[in-house]
Structure formats: C-alpha cells, structure tokens
C-alpha cells in the first residue's frame, strides 16, 4: 500500500464516519426526553393557530422523516437552522460569532501554555527521575489534574477577583465601556481572560507532563540514548534534541485529540467566568432544549475531531514509515 | 468462561429478588396506600419541601416516593398526566386569570393548565361566569363562590409564595416593593426613583443568561419581558400594591356593559427616534398583535382572543371593543408594550433577531436602547425626552453573570446593582442575609409552590384522601425547613397579590394527623400488614369504625382475621416476604458453597 492510497482510504473512512455523525446527530436529539415544541411554545395558554404558527416557523409541523431531508439538504447549503432560544438567529450566526472566538482564544492559548509548561516540566522530571523534584512535580500534577476546575475558578475568582481585585470576576470585556482603539479592547479582554486562562493551565498542566514524562522514561532506554551520552554530548542537547524529539510522537495524537476542545470549550469554566463561549452555549443549549444550536455544534465538533484525526493520520505516517503498512 | 457461571447465576438472583419480593406483600385488593412524588431536581426548594412531605405522610401511613427529576423528564409527564403527584412552583401575575386556566375543565388537555385533571361542573359554571363579565364585584363574588368549591375539593394542595429575596449593592436607595420584588416586569418605578447616594449614575441589573428575544412581541420570559418594560410605554402601569395607575393614559373609562374600553391619551409624548407617539399607534400595536397572532407579551393571548376592533376618534383617544366583557380587560389592553407605527408596518416577521434591535428597538419608554454586546450585557440610556418624572440614573446596563455567587461578589464589589431574579437557594439567601455590605429587600414573588395530585389516578380519585393530605401536611414545619423563604398559603387565589379577589373564608386544613387518620379509614384504608403503611380494605376498615378512639384498641385484631373471601387465598404479607427472603438467601448460600467447593 502505498502513501497516496493509505490518505485516501483515510479520507474515505473519514467521510463516511461524518456522514453517519449526521444521521445519529439529527435522531439522537428526538430520542432525548423532553418535547422541542415546548420550547417554542411553551405558553399553555397558547391558541391553537398561535402553536400551529410557531411550530411551522421552525418546521415542526412537518413529519419526522420531512424535517431530516431538509437537515440534510439545508446542511450542505451551509443552514444548520433557527436556534430556539436566540429566537429567529440563525444557529450559524450563533456559533460561528463571538462565541467561537471566544473559546478559540481561551482554549488555544490555555492548551498552548499548559503544552508549553507540561513538556518543559515533564522533560525535567523525567531526566531527575525518582529525585525530590520529581516527586513534587508528580504531586503537583496529580493534585492539579484532580481539582474540579469551578471549584479552583471560583477560589481564583475569590481571592484574585475580589479580595485582592487583580482580575475581573467575570465576563470577557468590562460593560458599557466605548474603546479608543482596538488595543484597548484587546487589553480588556486579555485581562479578563487571565482568570479562565489559569484555570485551565493549571487543570491541564498534569495531563501533559505525566504523559511526557511518560513517554520520555521509554525513550531513555532505547540504546541511542546510550549512544549519545557515550558521545559526551551536553545534557541540555541529548534532553532537547534526541529525547525531547523522540517522545513528541505520542504527544501529536494527543494534541489531535485536543483540537476537539477548541469547539466543545470548557464549560464549567465558562460558567464560573461567564466566558460566552462554546462550552457555556453547549450548557445552555440543552438547559434550553434548544436542537439546533445542539445539532450545530456537534456537526462542527465532529468535523474537528475527524480533521485533526485524519491531519494526525497523515503526519504519522509521514514521520513512521511502518504505519502505512501496520 | 464457564468456571464463572455460577458467579453469573448469582447476580441474576441478586436482580430478581426485589421482583420476587413485592408482590408477595398484600393480596392484590389491599393496595397500599402510596404513591410517587414528582419534584423538580434543580429547584431546592421544591426538593426540599417534597423530601419534608414525604415524612410527614409517612407519619399518617401514607408511603411517599419522591422522585427528583429534570424539567424535560418532568413537564411531559406532567403534560400527558402521566403521574401520581408532583409538587414545584407555578407561576401567576397581576390578573388572576390562572384561576380560570387551572381548574376550569376545558383546560384539561395534553399539556393544559388544569393539570390536575380537575372536573367540577358546579366550578366550570362559575368560572365561565366569573371571566365573562364585566362587572369586578360580580366577578370577584363568583370567584369567591367558585374558590370554596375547590378548597372544598383539594384538586391540589396550596403549599407557600416563595419570597422573592433581592439584594442591593450599598450606597443605592428608593427601590419600589410589589408582588413580584422590585425588579420585575410589572414592576416600573424602581428603575425611575432609585437613586446612589454616592452620585453613580449607571445602575447594572445582573441577568443569568441572555435577555433574548428583544422584540416586545416575541419576548416570552422574564428576562426579554423586563427589558421590555424599560424601552416601553404602556397605557397603564402598576402601583405598589398592583392597581393599574396612569402612564401612556392619563385616564380611561369602561363602558357598563364592560365592551368598550376608551384611552385618553397624554400629550407631547415622544419615541426615542423625536416622532410624536399617537392613537394610531396604540391602534396599529393592538391590531398588529391580532393579525400576526403574536406570542409574546405579557397577556397577549387575551388581547387576541378580547380585540373586535379599535376606533381612533382624535389624536389622543383611543376606544377599543370586545368581543365580549372581561373582568380584567383594562389590564389585558392596558399593560401592552405600545410600539411605533412607522417602524412596525415594515417588520414582516415580529420575532425578529437581537442583531436587528439597533434598528428596531424604538420604544417610548423612559430608557432607550443603546447596544447589545451579545452574551456580554445590554446598555440603556436614560431618554430625557419622556413624558415623566425623569429617572435619577442615566445609564441601566444589563449585565450576564452565570453564577449566583460570582454575582453577589460583584455587587459587593459595587459593580453590580442588583439581579433581575430574587434568589433561589436557601443557602446564599442565609448567607446574604448577615452580609453587612448587602441591603436585602424582601418581597412575595410570583412563583407559588403547591402540591398536585394526578385526580384521574388512584388513590386521589378519592376526596377524602386529597382532604387528609390537606391536613397531615404542616406548612410551618415545611418552610421552616426551607430556611423562611415562603410565606403559607390556604387560599387557591393568592390574598397577597389579589386582595379582595381572594375568598377570606375558604376552608382551611390546619395541621391535624389524627383528622388525616380518621379521615383515611373512612375511606377504607386501614394498616393489614402493620408495616406502618396504609392498604386499602374497606371491608376491615367499616365494620371497626364507631370512633377513632376505639379504632386504636381494635387494630391488633384487624390484623389476624382470616382473609376475606374476595381476597385470594395467598397469606398476609410480611410472613411470605421473610420466607421468599429466607429461600433466597438460603439459595445463596448454597450457590456461593457450591461455587467455593468447586475452585
């Protein structure tokens, strides 16, 4: 098999992993308990013609098998629908707005950050193996992996946010302010991230230094490790340039994996922060019953997680030549 | 695989002995006297009280379930009368026309109202009476006649108000208290005459999500509906103690057969765009309204069902007929969001986007719209071009903060003002109440918490049941337990919110156990098993029932008497669940002995 064949069985496979993502996507939600014209029209003193209204307004009206022809036919023109609660904004709208900056940002840059410092940290662990250093750091890790993130953002909010007023408690720009410039608001708004941005580092740190860490320890005792430090060469160069390098292959699945993020958000840090993102929009959307925006969100959740895989596939296979034949 | 087996057969067992076990208990004629209790799982305060009745039936040998569950669980079932009790918070506003909507008959369909599957002809009658006139007093007359008749038959058992519990940053003053608290939709004078004493001008009033959907018309929940009432005018508005008060109308008269309706309107009002506001608008809203078959608004839908046509003789009156009188008709007409002709004649699709409120959201009130940062807050400016007293702040932000928690923080901070919606758990109200930096205000809210009983269901077939219910249920104990947020109710139309509408003289069922007891074996539930929970056996409960104290002394013999002939020939219930228990765990042994001996 050669390399061309092995992306485009990939991309095959991908494709038909979305198309039955859409099909269990449209059904799954009219399984849920709870009914979506009582979300429209929950009003029971509603008029008979004022239901029929609503529930034709949003294609309600129409058959089961009607309304997932026109998900379909609606979804490849690029319409995912009306949102219920954001009542007649397009869910498109909806997501692809500042919400999804919003989360784009928080997440890009905690998982970059927390990469950053995990790696770093992991690196150092596992080259001090067993030393008092490590073993804090494995605590540390732990201790952080295991804390709720609202329970550590509501303490950050508490003592940064209120006693010692350093970050704003809540929200992604102070209100009723009008911006000079766009550096301004660009200063407001990382100042507002900076509560959310820790917590999640922080929650995240433990992931990717045990796992790097991890993956270091079986790269030690592979024998051109041996081979290098018998060279003489400087700590610093066999750590970064043949260990760190090395142990980065598990770490791209994992970073493949956690492109999902970039869509789902987190949200009960969004909710501690009052971050409108993607996370916060998840949670309120099912509060609200409100399918489409569901619906919306899960399509392009679906589609990140199968383009990272499919991304992550392909750079696999470019840097180990045995997977194409595996 | 198969050196497991044994280990599998077990399990098994472990799954069928409850099924083994129940029904062996009492023979299929003496059901027991229990049932399954719906409560909302998010609302504290409903899951408290239902945990609270539960013991206190128990007590009175009644067995209670109480199950917690979501709303999208709940409300179907409750929709489809699929249910034995529930018990969670409904709502009411300023007219009473819930009454209607909760026990006339007619409203008892999927997803109606009357979710108690209440029928009383004799209520059906008066009701039909009561909301077909024009005439209040005759009105409130048979509303009194018709409340009796429910007490009388407890449909559901009224439980507390929730109190609305607000709290206000330190330094602001001059807040307006009504049914509802001082920030509410009904509510428009708290954000005219609250003022800072330390010269802030911009209050912030917290909402927990999005205020959407902007337009007066679709706006359904208590979020949009507030922030309509600050944008626009209506004809009336609401003092303290919610009678209608002039505002868009400076006066008003209703004919005696109670079918016209004539606004007189003020003068020099203005929308926040400088055109003048005039009866063509009333009239161009009121008929809009009817046309579209709007949903939103506040009484929208009798607007709908009341409106004949609209005469505009002048600039400043407008005279509106009914299709037929309505006691409330004043409010229906008179607390609709008015908004401008010349900007609705071309909105085609009234529940338009937030992104089009730039444009749209032109109202006369005393607050104009000034931008809406989605998910982050909505500004309002003070328009200093309205018809009255001007309010002392100059900007009101509404602001989207999730967390309760967070949001009380921010108002300690000073940075919040308030919150649109009194709190809800007992436990921040605790803590908020010794906050020396919080000023609380206490208010009655709208949200009335009652316990529903499925009527179509057995056992609440039975009136006596309900009415024992009615008074093995101690209020006091209830909201005490639920830290004083409730003031206890006995009445079916609230005294708080409607004054004399309210029956001062309904049958109330104070706290009486024993009245319960008694009232229970008269109709046919006495203890067979001596499990503590009631069975129905009407055959053992008559023949010993000369008076409650004698019933005492001869329950011991009601207990061993042969079973009766209509009863099959299966022994009484306790003996039969020891043996099955005995066998079972006699087997149990067994297989484990069997199993070991076999490694």
């Known amino acids: 098999m050669g390399f061309k064949e092995y992306v485009a069985r990939r991309l095959l496979s991908s494709l038909v992993t979305f198309f039955l993502i859409i099909v269990l996507n449209f059904f799954i939600f009219r399984i849920m308990p709870g009914d979506p014209t009582r979300t429209i029209a929950r009003d029971a003193r509603l008029l008979p013609e004022q239901r029929e209204l609503l529930k034709k307004r949003f294609g309600l009206d129409r058959p089961l098998w009607d309304q997932f022809i026109l998900y379909l036919v609606n979804l490849f023109r690029g319409d995912l629908g009306l949102s219920f609660q954001y009542r007649g904004t397009p869910v498109v709208e909806v997501i692809l707005g500042r919400r999804m900056l919003n989360t784009f940002l928080l997440m890009g840059s905690s998982i970059a950050v927390a990469l950053v410092i995990g790696m770093t940290l992991g690196t150092i662990a596992a080259w001090k193996r067993g030393s008092k250093a490590d073993i804090a750091a494995i605590i540390f890790s732990l201790v952080t992996y295991s804390i709720p993130t609202f329970w550590m953002g509501m303490l950050l909010i508490l003592v940064f946010g209120y006693y010692l007023d350093w970050i704003p408690i809540s929200g992604t720009i102070t209100t009723g302010v009008e911006y000079q410039t766009f550096w301004e608001y660009a200063a407001d708004y990382l100042h507002h991230m900076v509560g959310p941005m820790v917590t999640l580092v922080i929650s995240f740190i433990g992931y990717h230094f045990l796992l790097m860490r991890n993956s270091l320890l079986d790269v030690f005792t592979e024998d051109y490790m041996l081979t290098a430090i018998a060279k003489g060469l400087s700590t610093r160069t066999i750590l970064f340039k043949h260990a760190m390098r090395n142990a980065l292959l598990p770490m791209i699945s994992v970073m493949a994996l956690e492109v999902v993020y970039l869509f789902s958000g987190a949200t009960a840090t969004e909710t501690v922060f009052t971050w409108q993102g993607l996370g916060l929009l998840i949670y309120e959307s099912v509060v609200k019953q409100d399918y489409p925006v569901l619906q919306g969100i899960f399509i392009f959740m679906a589609l990140a997680v199968l383009t990272a895989n499919f991304v992550a596939d392909v750079v696999y296979a470019l840097v180990d030549p045995r997977i194409r034949y595996g | ?599």
């Open chain 2, 1 to 599: 695989m198969n050196k497991y087996k044994p280990l599998f057969i077990l399990l098994a067992l472990l799954l069928i002995i409850p099924y083994l076990a129940t029904p062996l208990k009492a023979s299929p004629e003496e059901k027991e006297l229990k049932f399954e209790l719906m409560v909302l799982s998010w609302d504290g305060l409903s899951v408290t009280a239902g945990e609270v009745i539960a013991e206190q039936l128990k007590k009175v040998g009644i067995k209670v379930e109480v199950s917690a569950l979501d709303d999208a669980v709940m409300y179907p079932r409750i929709d489809k009368r699929d249910y034995d009790a529930e018990e969670m918070a409904y709502g009411v506003d300023p007219i009473p026309t819930y009454f209607y909507d909760r026990f006339h008959s007619s409203q008892d369909f999927e997803g109606g109202n009357n979710a108690w599957s209440y029928h009383n002809p004799e209520v059906d009658k008066l009701l039909d009476q009561a909301f077909s006139t024009g005439d209040v007093n005759k009105a409130k007359e048979l509303f009194h006649r018709a409340e009796a008749l429910i007490a009388e038959d407890v449909p559901y058992i009224p439980l507390f108000l929730a109190k609305d519990v607000h709290a206000f940053a330190k330094g602001w003053k001059n807040w307006t208290v009504m049914p509802a608290g001082p920030i509410s939709p009904y509510n428009k004078l708290t954000p005219i005459y609250i003022y800072n004493e330390d010269g802030k001008d911009t209050m912030v009033i917290r909402y927990p999500s999005a205020p959407e959907p902007l337009s007066p018309m679709a706006a359904d929940n208590g979020r949009a509906l507030y922030y309509c009432s600050l944008v626009y005018d209506t004809l009336i508005a609401y003092d303290p103690h919610l009678k209608p008060i002039p505002w868009l109308a400076k006066s008003w008269e209703i004919s005696d057969d109670g079918k016209t309706i004539t606004f007189h309107l003020r003068e020099g009002v203005k929308w926040h765009d400088g055109k003048p506001l005039t009866s063509e608008d009333v009239a161009f809203t009121f008929n809009y309204i009817k046309e579209k078959k709007v949903t939103g608004g506040i009484y929208t839908v009798h607007l709908i069902r009341l409106l004949d046509s609209v005469e505009t003789p002048d600039e400043h009156t407008v005279v509106v007929h009914l299709k037929s009188p309505f006691p409330f008709a004043l409010h229906v007409f008179g607390y609709t969001f008015i908004v401008p002709k010349h900007i609705w004649e071309k909105i085609d699709e009234y529940d338009w986007p937030a992104s089009k409120a730039p444009e749209y959201a032109v109202g006369s009130g005393p607050f104009k719209f000034v931008k809406y940062v989605e998910g982050e807050y909505l500004e309002l400016a003070r328009f200093d071009d309205w018809w009255g007293k001007k309010p002392n702040i100059k900007r009101l932000i509404i602001k989207i903060i999730k967390e309760d928690e967070s949001t009380i923080l921010q108002i300690k901070k000073g940075e919040v003002t308030t919150f649109r919606y009194g709190l809800m758990s007992p436990g921040l109200i605790k803590a908020v109440r010794k906050d020396p930096d919080l000023q609380v205000v206490e208010a009655i809210d709208q949200w009335d918490y009652l316990l529903a009983f499925n009527n179509k269901r057995w056992p609440f077939t039975i009136k006596e049941v309900r009415q024992a219910i009615a008074y093995a249920i101690d209020k006091k104990e209830i909201v005490k337990k639920l830290l004083d947020v409730g003031i206890i109710t006995d009445n079916y139309v609230f005294e708080q919110w409607y004054g004399d509408w309210a029956n001062p003289n309904v049958p109330k069922y104070e706290y009486n156990p024993e009245k319960a007891k008694e009232l229970l074996r008269k109709a046919g539930f006495v203890d067979v098993d001596g499990d503590g929970i009631l069975e129905y056996a009407p055959e053992k409960a008559k023949p010993t029932t000369p008076s409650p104290t004698k019933t005492q002394t001869v329950q011991p013999t009601t207990q061993k008497p042969t079973p009766t002939p209509t009863t099959t020939e299966k022994p009484s219930g306790p003996d039969m669940t020891l043996v099955a228990g005995v066998i079972i765990l006699i087997i149990i042994v067994l297989a484990a002995l069997w199993y070991l001996k076999k490694r």
